[in-house]
């Protein structure tokens, strides 16, 4: 089984190398100084991407936005309609938001055909999805790093036990988990709980990719020679588990679930599409554009709301994601490419510079 | 750097070559790929539907489906069709049939002469045999328990339609040479005019030659001995498997079943105007004329292409882009505004024959009469019709009978007398006075996946929470939902009854006491009665005026009430094509497919 | 090396036979199968239940009938004997799956490849130009298609690219705003792909605005749209372009003799142009295979003959040079049967589908079948190359980012290796190694099928197969086409494991 351990870690690799736990090599990023902590490092690093920062205030903005706007654990919101109120209908449905001048007018983001107002509905879709999101993330975060990291760490029995519990899991088709979801959170789950338990039944099954990471990263730490000095220190296994390697290999976890959790929102909206996600009352952003991709034409406001908030969540958390990555891998550094481009010229061997020096050769 | 100088030099080169060339080939100098197709004159039209083909059986358990009933209509003949305005028209040319004798009830169908398969083989009383053996259930005598397994006895034939009109007939007697069948009832059936033979149900459906060949038999005449030798079959007493008829039965479930066309043409004979041509498995069947077809209306078009797309803005962006010419899409206001944007497609929005309604228990909290009135007269009718209906047809209005629709003669007068005047608007203080500060919590259930009945429960819940009602969201998902009819899950249910529009043995089903359809409980004797009388009448008027008396009792018991008729719709390009005509039943745009045409 | 490859695949069996287990009771549990059943109100409803509850074993507890299954299923060893089951139209489970297995590698194949090609390209071009505008503009697009739902793309697309384009042909008239717009587009494509000052990417985007423009006002003006084609003068223009392009990559320019083979090649294409046509109107798929064989033969040859001191160096850059030429002139032949499509009566002038695989009944040769299956395939193969993009730049241009800062790379450099041989041949390679991993693992869920694409589409491949039968709880299509993929991606996954061993010598498996 090596070879597919040997798979995983590279695998794990593209997702990213963990910082090893001694300085940073030389001559790397200008913050990598001796002295730094591995989290200022990575910090500095990170806080040095525009696109990720950009991305990481925006998310929190549309977060803000969804939350306050539409309340949350029964605290009411700033905006005055509820995402289920019946309301008459204003302007024929169609958003009174202006820009020039300004105004929000009723409904800025416009009404369905039962005057039910977007702008609460898309709040409440931005709020339900974003926890379906993180549900799925973290969840699947939880399962994927115990998982991995028992299978890693005592190796034997325990890993192919649970490595060929992975296999299993890994072929049985996702659609098929949502659809029994479907049929318990519908005969047995309240209206209002179902997203939660839809995101934790699929973040149970889509933690096979992160678990067989996990376990790459521990293969190869726990031959560390710090691992081997924590357990002649007489460090327990947990102990050893937590402290020592984990650290080591919270990069590949963070990035990994972090990007899993863009996958989970679109996968929301797929499982929507084909009437198994997030069903009605509650509402859902991939719920919400799938209901109304008919009024794609005819009353776009029905179907762009939602849709360009998926698209800016899912962008933001990519991004932020992409950051990580960057600010975890110290292999991933910008490689010098006007020196790279300098190089042949300084060297001894007379390269061709264009197409001119053909005849001449 | 050297990379970037070379790839736009080349690009120079290669862009300046592209405006020399264009101007060369468009010159012309190549030769023309020569291309056969097209179609004949009279011309090809092309229609979307939702399901795919997957059986030339279209009547058996498993071809049971609208698209399979669609292709047999074209490839059948029958005694009879169903009109858009739901009247019986009878098709003289391919034969006729008439009531001898009232008492006993006595009809005789007669096949013309010269009316066969497009094998050749006449179509004959062999096959008129065959389809009543099949309707009749004449020789089943299987028992089966509550899980649906059979314990006794056999059951020959999965006809997927209702056996209870015919299996009142005796064995028929053959005459005309051959060509008729004369079916004798045991009692009166009230449905007897659309019992046999229409197209509607698949005309006459399977050649009998082609089933007893296939079945091992010698000939048709072996196939018509062996079933006028057969007795009814009798669940008490069980006789011995038939083994031939067990044979012919297994070749009638299952033979005609393909997706793709068989290279035995004689499992796809066809005694209708069209005959299937080609087909690509779940994609398209393509019909074309069947030349030797003189019996019926002539077919303008000379070839019907079915295409087979699963969503309406999928079946409209086809139309848009002239792949199909006719669609008839799950109508929606957004899909309807769609459709009336493009230019040269005529919209059709009409009312069908289902409607929505919302029942409530007859018991739990509704066990209380005065709780079931007060329910009533908070649900916003006009408010759903105004909201799900009106954006889709300007003139729609809430339905006010449990039997009739607006289309037929008996509604308006049912309608006026039967107490659902009471209901017209929203009444919060009649219900709040019927209370009497009661507050009772009411589950409703629906189907979550059905936009227009989440709607109507979101509307239902608004109002009645209003007079002090406290609604319990009970919906469940699409497959789910109908599982629970019936259980004692929840107190109200919305959901929809399909109407057939002709025949009234539909009525017992949902509201006689324990009927299988009768999920709320609903047990009146006076309806009862009236329900068993209308079962053996024949007159029409005489049958309106009983239901009309039922309604009014179901009214009265304070049932539920209708909500609105469902809208039906299609579309086509009128600027290519003409003839097609809006029809409300499960036949759909297809019932006149002849007069289809091509313009120009 | 044979007893790892048995082992994996006897443990795949038991994985296999228990996630089919698992599966097959939780599509039994997934919903109620006489659902459609229980809210008629025909009056032969008992009856119809019944018979549903025979036709798929209802009364026999799902365990039980799982095993069934598995009786049927494991006869499948032997061809011939093959039972997977009926659906609940009675149609067999096998020739459903066959069907459907080649609709699905019809639908996604194409976008596959084209996904690998133009993502793993992106990926090192925007790892070579990290942190330029380039990547950024690259990245950002990537996860752009990549967060768009797939049904919305195809909405658009087919509104625009279909029925718009359409449009547009009956009369092929560029109006002088989408010139306009056009060459704008291009020019800020020019902009971000130049490198260099300010002023150089000016120039550039300067250069991208009008020839863009040119381009599209001569493609206007002769009515190109209306009857395409190449011509002799563009291909052979392009073909030494051509072989210029392949040179510089595979050889260097610096190698003349690689250099004049590939442009033999390229001519061998051109003066072979005219010969060659009344073969082509006889074309068939079977002798379209032989000509590009033996394309490839010309091109080998050229390169081994002019050989010089890199002789395989010459081959590659020859047969790559031929290769392309050929596809040119079989590109302009199915430009040459465009005009013939169109006014085909069954394609009424509108040539790109928004539906199906095929124009049902349409007859015609090679040629018009072939333009048939693109217009059919463009649309469901943009829509998925959009999405499937950003994987595979991302992985890539890590994997490129990763090896380019490696210790043998700065040795090559610093040894005097041109730019070119350390990127192409050093650091393309290896950065390869990983995404061969990635392809394998892929193609293995690509055979499942892309539900919602071929749902919009109207493709009945194995992902609408799998969904239909699925929400009719219907199990025995369900385990049909689980039953392929499981199968695939547990023989992809050990296809993988032993491509990145034989790739990477650091490598081995262990017996």
Known sequence: MTTAAKTDKALAKL??????????????????????????????????????????????????????????????????????????????????????????????????????????????????????????????????????????????????????????????????????LGQLAGSRVPA??????????????????????????????????????????????????????????????????????SSAILLETSLSYIGMGVKAPDVSLGLLISQNQEAFSTRPWLFWWPGMFIVAICLCVNFIGDGLRDAFDPRQKKFNSKRAKDAPVQSPVPTPSGPGQLTDA | MRFGRTSKAIGVAAVAALALSACASAGGGSSATESAGGSQAGGSISVAETNAFSSFNSDSAKGNSDINGK?????????????????????????????????????????????????????????????????????????????????????????????????????????DGGRSITLTYSKPYADWETAFGGLNDGGIGLPAHVVAKKAGLADEQALVDLIQGLKKGDPEKPAKENAQLKKVADVWNTAFDTKSLPSDSSLYLSSGPFIVDSITPDQSV?????????????????????????????????????????????????????????DGVTVDVQDQLAYDHIDLNYSGVFADPAVREAFMKVVPRQAIVDRIVKPLKQDASPLDSQFFVPAQEAYKPSAADNGSSAYADVDIEGAKKLLDGKTPEVRIMYNKDNPNRADAYSLIQESAAKAGFKIVDAGLGASDWSAALGGGTYDATIFGWTNPGVGVSGVPQIFKTNAGSNFNGFSNKEADKLMNELIVTTDKAKQDQLVTQIDKLVWASYYGVPLFQSVGLDAYNSDRIEGVKYQPNQTGVFWNFWEWGVKG | MVTYIVRRLFTAVLILLGASFVVYQLTALSGDPLHDLRESNSPNKEQLIQQRIELLNLDVPAPVRYFQWLGGAARCIIPAQCDLGYAINGQPVTEALGRAMGMTILLVSAAAILAIVIGVSLGIATALRQYSTLDYGVTFMAFLFFSLPVFWVAVLLKEFAAIGFNNFLRDPEIPLQAVLLIALVSAVVWFVCASGTLLRRLAAAGIGFVLAAVVLWVLSATDWFAAPGLGLVLIALTGVAIAFGTTLLTAGLKNRKALYAALI?????????????????????????????????????????????????????????????????????????????????????????????????????????GIDTFTHLLLPTVALLLISLASY?????????????????????????????????????????????????????????????????????????????????????????????????????????????????????KA
């Open chain 1, 15 to 180: 997702q990213k190398e963990p910082k090893p736990p001694k300085p940073g090599k030389s001559g790397t990023a200008a913050g990598e100084k001796a002295g730094l902590s591995q989290g200022q490092i990575v910090r500095k690093r990170f806080l040095g991407n525009t696109g990720a920062v950009i991305s990481l205030v925006l998310l929190a903005l549309i977060l803000l936005l969804a939350y306050s706007a539409g309340g949350f654990f029964g605290i009411p919101g700033w905006w005055k309609y509820t995402h289920n109120q019946v309301n008459d209908l204003v302007n024929g449905g169609a958003p009174t938001l202006q820009l020039f001048p300004f105004s929000l007018g009723e409904h800025p983001f416009g009404q369905d055909r039962l005057g039910r107002d977007t702008f609460a509905q898309t709040m409440r879709g931005v709020q339900i999805s974003v926890a379906v999101m993180f549900i799925i993330g973290l969840v699947g975060g939880f399962v994927g790093v115990v998982i991995g990291a028992a299978a890693g760490y005592f190796r034997g029995f325990v890993e192919s036990v649970l490595m060929r519990l992975t296999d299993v899991v890994i072929i049985i088709p996702l659609i098929i988990l949502a659809a029994v």
């Open chain 1, 192 to 261: 209002g709980v179902q997203p939660y338990v839809l995101g934790l039944l699929v973040g149970v099954a889509v933690w096979t990719g992160l678990a067989r990471l996990v376990r790459a990263e521990f293969l190869s730490l726990r031959e560390r020679e710090f691992v081997d000095a924590a357990r002649i220190a007489g460090a327990s296994s947990t102990r050893i588990i937590f402290k020592h390697i984990l650290p080591n290999a919270v990069g590949v976890i963070i990035v990994s679930v972090t990007l899993s959790m």
């Open chain 2, 71 to 175: 292709i047999a209509y074209m490839t059948r003949g029958g005694f009879y069709y169903i009109d858009n305005e739901l009247k019986v028209v009878r098709n003289e040319e391919f034969g006729t049939y008439e009531k001898v004798s009232d008492d006993p009830l006595v009809v005789k169908y007669t096949v013309k002469d010269g009316v066969k398969w497009s094998d050749g083989n006449p179509i004959d009383a062999g096959d008129l045999l065959l389809n009543w053996v099949v309707e009749s259930a004449f020789a089943n005598d299987a028992k089966t328990n509550a899980d649906g397994k059979v314990t006794s006895g056999t059951n020959y034939f999965d006809f997927a339609g209702d056996t209870s009109g015919l299996n009142l007939t005796k064995q028929p007697e053959i005459g």
């Open chain 2, 286 to 342: 393509t019909l074309v004329r069947n030349d030797s077809y003189t019996w019926g209306p002539e077919p303008k078009a000379s070839e019907i292409t079915v295409r087979f797309i699963g969503a309406a803005p999928d079946q409209v962006q086809a139309l848009k882009n002239g792949e199909v010419d006719i669609i008839a899409p799950q109508p929606s206001a957004d899909t309807v505004e769609l459709l009336k944007a493009i």
């Open chain 3, 265 to 369: 090649s390229a001519g061998v294409g051109i003066v072979l142009y005219f010969p060659i046509q009344p073969l082509l109107a006889q074309a068939t798929g079977l002798m379209i295979f032989l000509l590009a064989v033996a394309t490839i033969l010309v091109g080998l040859a050229a390169g081994y003959l002019l050989g010089g001191y890199d002789r395989r160096q010459s081959m590659n850059a020859a047969a790559l040079t031929a290769f392309l030429t050929g596809a040119l002139i079989l590109l302009d032949r199915f430009m040459q049967a465009w005009p013939a499509y169109v006014d085909n009566s069954r394609i009424k002038g509108r040539p790109i589908a928004t539906i199906g695989s095929e124009t049902p009944n349409l007859r015609g040769d090679f040629w018009i079948q």
């Open chain 3, 393 to 509: 730049s991302r992985y890539s241009r890590s994997s490129m980012l990763e090896i380019m800062n490696m210790d043998y790379i700065r040795t090559a450099r610093a040894k005097g290796l041109s730019e070119r041989t350390v990127v192409m041949r050093h650091a393309f390679r290896n950065a390869l190694i990983p995404i061969a991993t990635i392809v394998a693992f892929d193609i293995g869920g690509l055979i499942g099928g892309a539900v919602i694409t071929e749902n919009v589409f109207a493709f009945a491949g194995m992902g609408q197969l799998f969904i239909q039968s699925l929400q009719r709880v219907d199990p025995n299509p369900v385990m049909g086409v689980f039953l392929v993929t499981g199968i695939v991606a547990l023989v992809f996954n050990l296809i993988a494991d032993l491509v990145y061993s034989a790739l990477d010598p650091r490598v081995r498996v």
